[in-house]
Nanobody, 114 residues
Framework: QVQLVESGGGLVQAGGSLRLVCTASGTSIRLNSMAWYRQAPGKQREFVAN???????KYADSVKGRFTISRDNAKNTMYLQMNSLKPEDTAVYYC????????WGQGTQVTVSS
């Protein structure tokens, strides 16, 4: 049973920070490319950031310079550090394997107020 569980979301004011956590079970994330996605109400799910096993990262233009993706292989966990948050960052955030994605989980809600 492979499972990914997102946590760490919440309500913050514009300019604030949050750290999202993606905890994996049933498989190792060490050799997998991992990614964060988000979906705002009425919009498509969109790519946010990814991290390949070599450590190379990529970010959507909308979050570049503000978000940082990372992983802790010992804890089998991935993170998304979100700084300088804007109201347009409000969405449900999901993690997944990029190359071989599994079914979407519940995600974690991020709400940024102005």
């Amino acid at each position: 049973q492979v499972q990914l569980v997102e946590s760490g979301g919440g309500l913050v004011q514009a300019g604030g920070s949050l750290r999202l956590v993606c905890t994996a079970s049933g498989t190792s994330i060490r050799l997998n490319s991992m990614a964060w996605y988000r979906q705002a109400p009425g919009k498509q799910r969109e790519f946010v950031a990814n991290l390949v096993s070599s450590g190379i990262t990529k970010y959507a233009d909308s979050v570049k310079g503000r978000f940082t993706i990372s992983r802790d292989n010992a804890k089998n966990t991935m993170y998304l550090q979100m700084n300088s948050l804007k109201p347009e960052d409000t969405a449900v955030y999901y993690c997944n394997f990029q190359s071989y994605p599994i079914a979407w989980g519940q995600g974690t809600q991020v709400t940024v107020s102005s």
